[in-house]
């Protein structure tokens, strides 16, 4: 109960903090490059912030609470805007955030909190690259997150588990692969051809430490990916299908008997596949969201612990009368790793716009099975709380 009180206490101190707060864009571990309105002479400048508490109730490991910040910070500049060329953007963004670890009260696998760090305080450079859009090609190159562009599911953007944003088939078998709070070097390219999207790219596969060897020779990971969107009924499905590999080519990342190993942890060469489908339409004056998505990895257990992920959700967007983008969100995911057994979350969300820029987030799951235990070595299901705030800032000219 100490614990519960301490948490309560924690939630109500940052509603307060956030006083009458509104309206928020939609929450993205990178800042997405919509968000960068020209400005000033193509300048483009966009600040993220977002705190959150996190309450273990019952279950998992042992009650407990603890919280975590984040600020992003990027400048842009839009080559067209500043009277330049057409169809070129620079971006450059940075991050901070004071990680705590809800694992440790959870004892959960797949992660009940998208903000989460491996460390306790990070502060880098996220992204520095150039983007340069001709009709329908575009090419980006530079400092780069591959998971803003590659095995996303917009729809469950809302979620705060993980697992919604990159699926532990990656996350979870990879440790230092490019992916929030980390990033790497390469080079993308996708190419639309009416409402068919391609997209590859190459990336420094240390994420963790991608100007140890930038040049791609500590290793790779390739991605590709096949987008289609459809129009059905009221609305529109978008089917996406990708594949990745990793390649590792020094000891560096693999090997656990280099006294100089990667100290976020260690994985050989391995691959996989993911797909999702979402389904967005309006009714009832709410702009509706449906979606599924899952992976698999099918290597041997020593490669790949975790195996085969799936998962499904709903959103209701406009969900509170004359409150534009209050967002009701539900979510089911489940993660097996092999030779043990399966980790299972059920969440509930609600984002509500609260003043201008602001927006509060309350958030529930239930995880059961935390930490995929074998029969014998479970540890109780456990129920989440956590309470998010967040603040959304530019400059707009």
């Known amino acids: 109960m100490r614990s519960l009180r ?6 109500g101190t940052l509603t307060a903090a956030c006083g009458n707060c509104i309206h928020a ?27 959150e508490g996190v309450a273990n109730l019952s279950g998992g490991q042992t009650r407990g ?13 839009h080559t067209d805007k500043a009277g330049w060329w057409s169809g070129g953007l620079f971006l450059v963004e940075g991050l901070v955030a004071n990680s705590g ?9 797949q992660g009940v909190s998208n903000l989460t760090t491996p460390f306790a305080h990070i502060s880098r450079l996220y992204k520095a690259y150039y983007r340069q859009t001709s009709g329908p090609l575009t090419v980006r190159v530079g400092l ?59 990336f420094n ?98 490669v790949s612990p975790v195996n085969a992920y799936v998962a499904a959700g709903l959103r209701l967007r406009n969900f509170v ?5 209050s967002t009701l969100s539900l979510g089911f995911d489940r993660a097996w790793q092999r030779q043990s057994g399966a980790e299972t979350a059920i969440e509930i969300n609600f984002r509500q716009p609260v003043f201008k820029d602001f927006y509060v987030q309350p958030d529930l799951q239930y995880v059961v099975n935390p930490g995929a235990n074998a029969v014998g070595a479970q540890v109780p299901n456990a129920l989440v709380g956590i309470l998010r705030i967040g603040w959304r800032g530019s400059l707009t000219g």
């Open 6 to 11: 301490k948490f309560t206490l924690a939630l």
């Open 25 to 51: 864009a939609t929450l993205s571990q990178s800042i997405p490059e919509e968000n960068h309105v020209h400005w000033w002479n193509g300048l483009s400048l966009v600040n993220h912030l977002d705190i």
């Open 205 to 302: 596969a240390d994420g963790y430490t991608p100007f140890r060897r930038p040049w791609l020779s500590d290793g790779q990971i390739y991605y590709g990916e096949i987008d289609q969107a459809l129009h059905w009924g009221p609305g529109t499905v978008t089917l996406k299908a990708g594949s990745y590999y990793n390649h590792v080519s020094s000891d560096y990342l693999q090997n656990a008997n280099d006294p100089n190993a990667a100290a976020i942890g260690i994985a050989p060469s391995q691959g996989g596949f993911y797909g999702a489908a979402e389904y967005r339409w309006k009714a009832a004056g709410m702009d509706w969201g449906s979606f599924v998505q899952g992976g698999g990895a099918p290597n041997d257990a020593s």
């Open 101 to 109: 670890n809800p694992n440790a009260y959870v004892g959960d696998l």
């Open 65 to 77: 609470s603890t919280a975590t910040g984040l600020w992003k910070g990027a400048l842009a500049l």
């Open 321 to 325: 009368p004359n409150s534009p983008k």
């Open 144 to 202: 780069i997150n591959p998971n803003d562009y590659f095995n996303t599911t917009g729809v469950a953007a809302d979620l705060f588990n993980a697992s919604y944003g990159i699926y532990p088939i990656i996350s979870l078998n990879l440790p230092y692969t490019p992916t929030y709070p980390y990033s790497s070097l390469g080079v993308m390219a996708s190419y639309q051809l009416d409402d068919t999207t391609f997209q590859v790219g190459i």
